[in-house]
Structures are given as structure tokens and as C-alpha cells.
């Protein structure tokens, strides 16, 4: 049972489980799942799809913060900045000097990879000022979390762009045929490919052990900065696709000031729900992925609550709190020791 | 821990004893509030109830201060603020004064160091130092030091020795727990024997002489450990002459002077001389642990480049750090990982261990080295220092390396692993693998090693072997006798 | 140190990339409004008729312009680039421009326009606080101030004119607009900006005070979407899911609009002008105009960003030694519909 407890996947869960019941209790329809049409084609609606569907961005993100948390002990706070940059080159590309193309100037791949290009650039710099120069991530990435959305809007001329293109638009609704939307089978594939790297190389390890104990890493022949370094480089990655989702989403209308505003301080959120220590170290990439869906299922019940719009942040702000402080690794030990009073009289303690 | 009972007296020096994980630092942490207990009391003079201590601030009100085995300071601060933070709730403090007091304080205990000194320009032993004038100015009625010598030289342990007396004198009782058994008949009055969480017994020092201690420590009777060398034979192959890594004019951005250095496969040689002398320096300059600036190094003749760890690990170099805690152990890192750790990275990044793989590997060595341990997921962090170590040397045995640097691999740690551990670099030696080892104690020095380098000032001053491996020969090679 | 050099190489390339991004940033309006065929070109074409008499007079007017940035939104896109566009040497001025989203900048750009001696200081604040000692310094030196687009926390006299938007007459007449439609109920979605702001206060409170006087009228769901397309596409996914009734969708800005459109296009619910739900937005942006023209949308509300003339208009008055009068300039606005808009307006009115 106590094990239950320290399990890191655990807070997560419990809070998802706690929001669940929440809803079946206060409005079992809320799961309701219905048949929709969108284009001829019979997709799968409800608040269950709206939540795996929008929610897709921030469990992205929620990969490579984890990571760059991990490693450097810190937080890439210019996450939304460079994921308004990626998306408004992607945009340009595909839009070469029209503000609203009939035809696509450049084909979606290659409009993908330059975005992707840049918001590697963008880590790569965030990660060379935390790797090499040992500045402090929060500092590092202040550059271009004041920096980035000034160079997105420099990109378009700060023009108002919509690219009504119905490819690009299966990449934040539907592909043919296929009923879920297609941000969450990105997301799915994010985590595979993520997974799998997991699985089939010492990212996990190295990452860990470089954000526990520099020095001895390096004595063990990791090399703490390339380390570093490679997680902000992942972290590119996970901003450019996530910023292809949104851009898609939004059929390029893109408000430089207001493009995924605030979506770092999810992720780190994300991060922090899944019982991540924020100080690095150790890390729990699923537990992470489930946080962020926490994160988008609670803003769906609030709005399915039709909370007053003023008290929306204040009802976020409080449920958060909760879901951090029993997120506590203190907390944690203390429900843990509860139990096993509770269940094991008298147990040997080593 | 189990059913301990434990008196101290006023104006007592009380030695506690027992292997690693036989419990002691688990007492002193309930003692002290750190730990909550699950059953029994504990009264302190002058109270007809029992004490409530929930906390260490609560330990300190009651006049209980504690000295740990690790530093627990904070680098960043002087040596002052280190010395009363957190003692006063005033907002507003008078660092003329206080920055005055510990200069005092500091002179009065004849500590090298200033008030206003960043903490951690001091050396570890100052350090050390500090923490034990924070627990003496804090006017305490029991004072718990663990392990307050493992990182002072002799002339630091005398200046402790003489404050203790001083102390006990005043009425304090000192509780002291050390691995030098000398230290232990030198100052203590009593001794406590704890061994598996378990109160063994408490006696009169004269009733209790050394082997006997030992032997109730172990729960066996002591082997001597004197006989080691003869029974690990030596490595009799026919390359025994062989030279496995040569280093000339090797010099790192640590300050020692440029040094030369040779070992020969299946030779145990050492580093000798006074903490902070570079014996330390000189073996990080050979792993790389360190800039190298200058010098060449061979290997099996063949010259190699080493400016990273990970090229003397390819080269099969192990290095074994003297601070476990800063350079050894990944602390929240379970067992397992730990181990496999150096053997993961010699393999490569894209060729992960499966956990089946590595729990094997972990198994392997658990049983062989006989580290304690819940199981291979425990975290090393909450294992103790001497299975700390053996879980770091479980590590780089596991790599296999032909060369093996050992500095310091026996400190803080008991008695019984130490022999083991010296048992070890034997049996290791005799199957082929050089080592060097490095240690703060002479007699463990002049058992494993053939041959020592002796250090002073960052300097390579002499080297000793065969009949000239005494104590008495290391003791004047150090002291320098007079030459400059 | 192979890899040093590259860290170092890259963080220099980047620092390149923001440099150039800064510095290109100023110019960039400018560049793309003759670049494209941008909406601000069409509307100073416009107004292209009238005499160009100041020119005339020789002597160029030295204005200072202190406005938000430009990528502030698309309205104030269009804003800079009409103000650009028009403060020109041809038109009779020499005009400098400062661009913040930061009160306290805007008072230092403020302060280096009173040193440089401009004769006017056209001036849209990012914050309604703070100008009272900066506005007097100016007045001391003999320099006009007249406010533009937003209003400021300060006494009347000291500045000469001020030209904004009636937010609420903008919503006011997209709810006339609404009450024409002869509906027999109206269930409203309604999407608000940010808390506070006054296009959020002006437009909501327009809505609100019809909703409270007419019983046909109810909202079914008041959130606010911080201006953001993809929040407001969620809540309106929200409503949908619950299985309210609504027919109406009164999103305060064309972006919510834009993401509650994509909501019901998900669900399947038709919308504009022969769907289920009257879907209004405001700002007129070009792709929001042609929503309209395309009949997905039956209503768009203008806040107009086109006040270069009118501030000409005033400095000329000015010039002549006269007074404005009234002092306060509401900006004419207009709303588009469905059944009326032409192309011709999505070309001219577009931003």
C-alpha cells in the first residue's frame, strides 16, 4: 500500500482520478462521448476528445521541459516566445509574400523542418548559455522569452496572415477518415518516439545522473554539458511541433503577443504535477505527460462549469495549489508513513 | 534500530562503536530529532518527563549540538555567519560583534581561518573545524560528534583532543563516534558497542581492551590484521615487470608541481603525505579528472591522450574519489544504477543495459562485496558511508579496468570493511591489476603498498620501498628532515 | 573545445538574429506596407483627394509619435502603418517614431521628443497612469500633445486634442445590429477579451445592458478567452458539450470569433448567414471581413485604427491658431454584414 504512495505516478493519477470524480458526481454527461461530422467524415466528439485533443501542445512541451528540468536544474521559461517563432516561420514559408495564399508557396514538410530549424536554433542557444556559459536556465531563457515573440512578428512584417489550406489544417483538426483529432496522434507519437529513445539509449540515465551530481557524472566520462546541451536541442524539437499543431490550428492567424501565451508556465506545471523535482535530477517522463493532461482537463471542467470568467484564474490558482502541495514529496512521505501506521502496527524500520 | 539503551554522563566522553549500518548514526539522529522514534524515551537531567525532541531545533534548545560526519554548512556564507545563523531569532544582528566573537572563537580553538572567510575557500578539515566551533559556542550540555576526525591531520585531532578534555572538564558530555580505535583509547572514558541495530553493550574503557572491541564490533573473533600481506600472494606473471602506465612531467591547473609516475602490472603503489600535500591532485591529473596543463602518458607503453575522465576509462583506468559525497556517489540514483554507471558508459550511449542485464551486474556485486542494502532500487543516498563506497568500488570493478585508483577508499568506514577493502587491492593485485591507493593511514599504507610516493607541498619529495616502507621512514620522508 | 567554439559561434549567430530582428523591427511596417498591397495603402489612397496644403507652407512640422508596438495586434499593425503613412515629408511633416508597450519607456521616449524640440507630440499610452509631469514639461516647452486612440488619467488642459474609440458605441451597434435579425430568442455565447481592458469593458457592457432589458435575451455562457483563438474555441467546445442551446455567438475580438467558428465546425453546427448560429466579431480584420463577405460570419464591428487624417486634421487646426473643438474626437466606426458587404470594403476596411 505504501508503495502506492511513494510511486510517482501516483499524484498524477490521484488528481486526474480526484477530477473524475468530481465530474461524475457533479455531471456524470460531462464523458459523454457523441458522433460528430467534420468534412464528410464521422469523428468522435465530447469533452473526453476535447481534452486529449487540446491538451496535446502542453503534453509535447511537457516532454521537453521535463528534460531540460532534469538536466539542468532549471526551466526553459521562453517556451511560448520560441513556439510563436517556429509557428510564424512555418507560416512564412508557407505563405512566401501573400497574406492570404490560395496555393501553398512551399510544401507543409518543408515548411515543418524550417520551423523546426529555427526552434532548434533557439534551443541550442538557450542550451549553449546554460551549458557552456553556467547561466542559470530561468536567466538564460529570459533573452528570448523577452526577445522571441519581436523576432516572430519581425518574421511576418507583423502582418495579419490566414492560410486557408486544407492540408495544413489536418495537422490541428482531422485527417480523412480518421474520427480522433489528429494534435493528440501527434502527441502519441511524440511520446512513442520519446519512449523509445528512453528505451534504447542512456538519455534517461545520463540525463538523471548529470542533474543529480555534475561531478561525478563527469568522472563516470558523461559529459554533463553535452547532456545539457541535448536536452534544450530536444526541447527545440518539442516547441516546433508543437507550434505546427497550434499554427495549424489557427489556419496561420497568429497573434504575435498572445501565441501560446503562458503555455511555459503549463509545462512547468506539467512537470512539477508529475512529482519532477523542479531542482533536477530524477525525473518521471509519464508522470510529466499525465500532469499536463491534468492541467487540460481541469481548464475544460471549469469551463464546462461555466465558472464567472473573473473568478476563472483565482478557481485555477486553488486547484493547482492543492494539487502541488499533495504533490509535496514531504506530503507524500507523510500520507506514506500515515499508512503504514495504519495497516502495519509495529514494522522493523532499517 | 532496535531496543537501545544509552546513558551519558556529565563530564563524559562516550565512544560509540560498530561496523557501518550497525546503527549509529541512526541513534544520534533520533538523539537529535532528525529521525522520529517509534517507541521508548529518552529524560534529560534535571526533567522528570521525557524529553520531546521532534526536531533538531528542539535538540538544540535542550543543549544537545551535533558535529556530523558530512559538513553540513553552508559553502557560500563566511565562516561567522556560518557559526551563529540560525542560533538567534533577531532580525536585527550585529555582524561587528558576531564577526569579532568568532574571530575570538576561532583564535581561542586555534582554526586557521578568518571570520569573514567564504566557507568554502577553507579546506575540508577547516570546515570540519568550524562546524565543531558552532557546536561548542552554543554552550551545549551533551555535544554529539560523528566522525569529527576522518578528515583532520594529527595535529588537528590533538587540538580537537585537548578541546574535548577541556569540554568534559566543564561538565559536558561528549558523545564520540569514530573509526580509529586509537582516537577511542586515547580520549574516551566509555565505550557503547552497537552492532545490526542492535545494543551490544556499553563498558568501562579499561575493561575493554582493543581486540576484544574489535571482535564484539565484528560479532567475531579479529582475525589480525596485520597477517593480510602475506596472504594475498603476489602477481607472479611472467609481464610482472611490465610498466602499465607511465606518466612524465604530468602537471594539472591544481597547483602541484609537474611530477613523473610509473606502476607496473599487478603493483600496488601509493601516494603518501599530509592532507592537502597533492597526492589527491597528482591521481585526478592522471585520470583527467582535473586540467591537465602539461606532461605525457603511457599506457603499455603506448603514449595516450587523457585531458576527460572518459579517455582514462577507455584506456581502463578506474579512479575512486576521495569525496564520496561530491565525486562518487549519484545520490538519488538507485543501487543498481549506480553500479552499472561506469560500465554503461565504457558501452556506449545508444547500447543501453536492460534492467534484467544490470540487476544481474548489481546482484553480482551486492553479494560479493556484501553491501547492504534494502534492494537494488534503494536510493545510495540512504545507504551508509561504507556502503556507499563499496557500492563506488562495485562500480569501477565492474569495468574491469586494468589500472585502479583507490584515494582514500577507506575513510569513514569501519573496521571490518576496511580490512576488506584491503583485502581486496591484494587479491585484485594478484590477479594482474595495478593499484595505486591512497590513504590517510600510515599502517594501511605500509600494509598493501610496495612502494609509496611521498608528497609535501604539492610536490613529489621522495619515494620509498621494500625495507624502507616503515613508519618511522614515511614520518621523516614527509617532515622534510630539514632540507630546505 | 570543439564544442566550445561552437557554443560560442552559435550564441554569437543568435545574438546577430536578435540584433537584426531589433533593428529591422522599426523599419519593418514601413517596408511591408509598400511592399504588399497593405490595407493602410488603401486607406491613405483614399483620403488621397484631399488638398495637400501644408506641404505648401515650406516649413516641415515636426512631429514626434510615441505609439504600442506594433505587434501589439493586428489593429495596431494597421494603426502604425496609416500613421506612417500619412506623417510623411510629401504631407508636410518630419516625423520620428517610438514604439513601446511599456509606460515608463514611453515617458523616457517622451521626454527625448520635449529634448529634440518636436512642435507636436502625438502620443497613444500603453498605460493610463503617469503623464501629468512629462505631459507639463511638454506644455512648459511649448509643445502640443494630442492623444490618440487611447485616453490617459490626466487634466483635460493639458493636452490639445484627443482622438479614441467609443468601444461601447462599437458593440452598441453590433447589438443593434443583432436585434434587427428578429429573432424570437437570442442564446448567447458570449466571449469576452482580457478582464479590464477597455475594449473588453465597452463591448460587454453594450451586450449586457441589452440582455438585462429584454427577456428573449439570455447568455448562455460568459467566459473570457484573453483575446485567444484557442481558448475561446475550447470553451465554446465546452457549451457545445453540455448540450446548451445557443444561437449567438458575440465574440469580442475576430480571433475568438475565429476559434468559436472552428468549434462548431467540429460539431457539425452551421453558422453566418444561412446557418444556425449568428456568429459577430469585431476589429475587422482582412480575413475576418472575408469570413463575412463568405457568409460564415454574419457580422463584424470595426474599431478603427485609421487616425492619421483626423490627427492631420487636428494639427491644422492648430496650425491656424484655433481651437479644437470638442476636444475628445470619437472615431466613426462602422459594422459590416453579411447581406451588405462588398468586396470593396473587406479591400478598404481590412487590416
Known amino acids: 500500500m505504501s508503495k502506492i504512495f511513494k510511486n510517482q505516478l501516483f499524484i498524477p493519477i490521484a488528481a486526474l482520478l480526484l477530477l473524475v470524480l468530481f465530474n461524475l458526481i457533479v455531471d456524470p454527461a460531462f464523458f459523454a462521448l457523441s458522433k460528430g461530422v467534420y468534412d464528410g467524415d464521422s469523428i468522435l466528439t465530447g469533452n473526453l476528445i476535447s481534452i486529449i485533443d487540446n491538451g496535446s501542445e502542453l503534453a509535447i512541451l511537457a516532454i521537453g521541459m521535463t528534460l531540460v528540468t532534469a538536466a539542468s536544474g532549471g526551466q526553459d521559461i521562453s517556451v511560448g516566445a520560441t513556439m510563436t517563432l517556429a509557428g510564424s516561420v512555418i507560416v512564412k514559408v508557407l505563405r512566401g509574400s501573400e497574406t492570404s495564399p490560395v496555393t501553398l508557396h512551399q510544401s507543409i514538410i518543408v515548411a515543418f523542418l524550417v520551423g523546426c530549424l529555427v526552434a532548434i536554433l533557439c534551443g541550442a542557444f538557450n542550451g549553449a548559455l546554460v551549458a557552456f556559459f553556467k547561466i542559470q536556465p530561468m536567466v538564460a531563457t529570459l533573452i528570448l522569452f523577452t526577445a522571441g515573440r519581436s523576432i516572430a512578428s519581425w518574421v511576418n512584417n507583423n502582418q495579419n496572415i490566414i492560410i486557408k489550406d486544407e492540408k495544413f489544417k489536418y495537422f490541428g483538426y482531422y485527417l480523412p477518415k480518421i474520427p480522433i483529432p489528429t494534435p493528440f496522434i501527434i502527441a502519441i507519437i511524440c511520446i512513442i518516439i520519446m519512449a523509445l529513445l528512453l528505451k534504447f539509449t542512456t538519455l534517461g540515465l545520463y540525463t538523471q545522473a548529470v542533474g543529480i551530481n555534475e561531478n561525478s557524472s563527469r568522472l563516470n566520462g558523461i559529459n554533463p554539458t553535452l547532456m545539457k546541451f541535448v536536452s534544450f536541442i530536444i526541447l527545440g524539437v518539442c516547441v516546433a511541433v508543437a507550434g505546427l499543431i497550434k499554427a495549424s490550428r489557427q489556419e496561420g492567424t497568429i497573434s504575435y503577443g498572445g501565441f501560446a501565451k503562458y503555455i511555459e508556465m503549463d509545462a512547468i506545471l506539467a512537470v512539477a504535477l508529475g512529482g519532477n523535482p523542479l531542482g533536477g535530477g530524477k525525473f518521471n517522463m509519464a508522470a510529466s505527460i499525465i500532469g499536463a493532461y491534468v492541467i487540460q482537463f481541469l481548464t475544460i471542467t471549469l469551463y464546462a462549469r461555466g465558472v464567472n470568467p473573473e473568478a476563472l484564474p483565482a478557481y485555477k490558482a486553488v486547484v493547482v495549489i492543492i494539487l502541488v502541495v499533495i504533490s509535496a514529496p514531504t506530503v507524500r512521505d507523510k500520507i506514506s508513513s500515515l499508512t503504514k501506521k495504519l495497516r502495519v502496527p509495529k514494522k522493523e524500520v532499517c | 534500530m532496535q531496543n537501545v539503551d544509552f546513558t551519558l554522563c556529565e563530564g563524559e566522553i562516550h565512544a560509540l562503536m560498530g561496523e557501518n549500518g550497525a546503527g549509529k548514526s541512526t541513534l544520534i539522529k533520533v538523539l537529535t530529532g532528525v529521525y522520529g522514534k517509534d517507541e521508548g524515551e529518552i529524560f534529560l537531567k534535571g526533567m522528570e518527563k521525557a524529553a520531546v525532541i521532534h526536531s533538531p531545533q528542539d535538540a538544540q534548545k535542550l543543549g544537545i549540538s551535533t558535529v556530523y560526519q558530512e559538513i553540513t554548512l553552508c559553502p557560500n556564507l563566511s565562516v561567522a555567519e556560518n557559526m551563529y545563523i540560525g542560533r538567534e531569532n533577531k532580525i536585527y544582528q550585529n555582524w561587528k560583534k558576531i564577526n569579532a566573537d568568532a574571530d575570538r572563537m576561532l583564535k581561542t580553538l586555534d582554526i586557521p581561518a578568518q571570520a569573514k572567510q567564504q566557507l568554502s575557500t577553507c579546506s575540508i578539515a577547516v570546515q570540519q573545524m568550524v562546524a565543531i566551533a ?65 545494543l551490544v553493550g556499553e563498558y568501562e574503557i579499561k575493561d575493554l581492551p582493543r581486540v576484544k572491541l574489535v571482535a564484539k564490533m565484528l560479532g567475531k573473533d579479529f582475525d589480525d590484521v596485520a597477517d593480510i600481506k602475506d596472504e594475498g600472494a603476489c602477481y607472479k606473471g611472467e609481464d610482472a615487470d611490465k610498466v602499465v602506465l607511465s606518466a612524465e612531467n604530468l602537471c594539472s591547473n591544481q597547483g602541484i608541481k609537474p611530477f613523473d609516475f610509473y606502476i607496473k602490472k599487478g603493483e600496488v603503489n601509493g601516494f603518501t603525505g599530509l592532507l592537502g600535500s597533492g597526492r589527491s591532485e597528482c591521481v585526478r591529473a592522471i585520470f583527467g579528472a582535473d586540467r591537465v596543463t602539461s606532461g605525457t602518458v603511457s599506457m603499455n607503453g603506448k603514449k595516450v591522450k587523457i585531458s576527460k575522465p572518459i579517455h582514462a576509462m577507455k584506456n581502463g583506468i578506474a579512479y575512486l574519489p576521495e569525496d564520496r559525497k561530491i565525486d562518487g556517489i549519484i545520490g538519488e540514483l538507485s543501487v543498481r544504477d549506480n553500479i552499472i554507471l561506469a560500465l554503461q558508459v565504457l558501452k556506449g550511449a545508444f547500447r543501453p543495459f536492460s534492467k534484467a542485464e544490470a540487476n544481474k551486474f548489481a546482484d553480482e556485486y551486492v553479494k560479493l562485496l556484501e553491501i547492504k542494502t534494502a534492494s537494488n532500487d534503494t536510493p545510495i543516498k540512504s545507504l551508509s558511508g561504507g556502503n556507499q563506497q563499496k557500492v563506488i568500488l562495485a562500480r569501477w570493478l565492474l569495468a574491469n579496468p586494468e589500472y585502479l585508483i583507490l584515494d582514500e577508499p577507506t575513510r569513514g568506514i569501519d573496521v571490518g570493511t576496511k580490512v576488506e577493502i584491503q583485502k581486496l587491492v591484494l587479491k585484485l593485485a594478484s590477479e594482474g591489476k595495478s593499484i595505486t591507493f591512497i590513504s590517510s593511514e600510515t599502517d594501511e599504507m605500509i600494509r598493501t603498498c610496495s612502494r609509496l610516493v611521498v608528497m609535501r607541498d604539492r610536490k613529489v619529495v621522495g619515494e620509498l620501498s621494500g625495507e624502507d616502507l616503515t613508519q618511522n621512514k614515511i614520518m621523516s620522508t614527509i617532515a622534510g628532515g630539514g632540507e630546505e | 573545445m570543439k564544442k566550445k567554439f561552437l557554443g560560442v559561434v552559435l550564441s554569437v549567430a543568435m545574438v546577430a538574429t536578435l540584433l537584426a530582428g531589433c533593428g529591422k523591427k522599426e523599419e519593418a511596417p514601413a517596408d511591408d506596407a509598400t511592399a504588399t498591397e497593405a490595407p493602410a495603402d488603401d486607406a491613405a489612397g483614399d483620403d488621397a483627394e484631399t488638398p495637400d496644403d501644408s506641404a505648401a507652407s515650406g516649413k516641415l512640422i515636426k512631429v514626434g509619435i510615441i505609439n504600442n508596438d506594433p505587434s501589439e495586434s493586428g489593429y495596431r499593425t494597421a494603426n502604425v502603418n496609416d500613421l506612417q503613412n500619412w506623417f510623411t515629408e510629401e504631407k508636410g511633416y518630419d516625423a520620428s517614431f517610438e514604439y513601446s508597450l511599456k509606460n515608463d519607456e514611453q515617458i523616457k521616449f517622451a521626454q527625448k521628443f520635449i529634448q529634440d524640440g518636436v512642435d507636436y507630440l502625438l502620443l497613444s499610452a500603453a498605460g493610463t497612469a503617469g503623464w501629468d509631469s512629462v505631459l507639463k514639461e511638454a506644455q512648459d516647452a511649448g509643445i502640443k500633445v494630442i492623444l490618440f486612440d487611447r485616453t490617459i488619467d490626466a487634466d483635460e488642459s493639458l493636452y490639445e486634442g484627443s482622438i479614441v474609440s467609443d468601444m461601447k458605441a462599437e458593440g452598441q451597434k453590433a447589438v443593434d445590429w443583432l436585434a434587427e435579425q428578429g429573432k424570437d430568442e437570442y442564446n448567447i455565447i458570449h466571449i469576452q477579451g482580457e478582464m479590464g481592458s477597455a475594449a473588453q469593458v465597452g463591448r460587454t457592457e453594450a451586450l449586457q445592458e441589452k440582455v438585462d432589458a429584454e427577456d428573449s435575451w439570455n447568455i448562455v455562457a460568459q467566459q473570457t478567452a484573453d483575446w485567444d483563438e484557442g481558448k475561446a474555441q475550447q470553451q465554446v467546445e465546452a457549451v457545445i458539450n453540455k448540450g446548451d442551446d445557443f444561437n449567438v455567438i458575440y465574440a469580442e475580438n475576430d480571433n475568438m470569433a475565429k476559434g468559436a467558428v472552428a468549434a462548431l465546425d467540429k460539431a457539425g453546427i452551421t453558422h453566418g448567414k444561412d446557418g444556425d448560429v449568428i456568429v459577430i466579431g469585431f476589429d475587422c480584420n482582412k480575413w475576418a471581413l472575408e469570413s463575412v463577405l463568405a457568409g460564415e460570419w454574419n457580422y463584424d464591428g470595426q474599431c478603427n485604427p485609421f487616425q492619421a487624417e483626423l490627427l492631420d486634421d487636428v494639427i491644422k487646426t492648430l496650425e491656424a491658431g484655433e481651437e479644437v473643438d470638442p476636444k475628445v474626437v470619437i472615431m466613426d466606426e462602422k459594422g459590416f454584414d453579411c447581406e451588405t458587404i462588398t468586396q470593396e470594403d473587406v479591400d478598404t476596411y481590412g487590416i
Do not use: N, W
Not at chain 2, 595535529?155 to 580537537?160: C, D, F, P
Not at chain 2, 583532543?161 to 577541556?166: E, G, I, N, Q
Open chain 2, 134 to 198: 558552532r557546536a561548542v559556542d552554543m554552550d551545549c550540555k551533551v555535544l554529539i560528534l560523528d566522525e569529527p576526525t576522518s578528515s583532520l591531520d594529527e595535529h588537528e585531532v590533538e587540538k580537537l583532543f585537548t578541546l574535548m578534555r577541556d569540554l568534559k572538564k566543564r561538565g559536558v558530555g561528549i558523545i564520540f563516534v569514530t573509526h580509529f580505535l586509537d582516537q577511542v583509547y586515547e580520549v574516551c572514558d566509555k565505550i557503547t558497542v552497537l552492532r545490526d541495530g542492535k
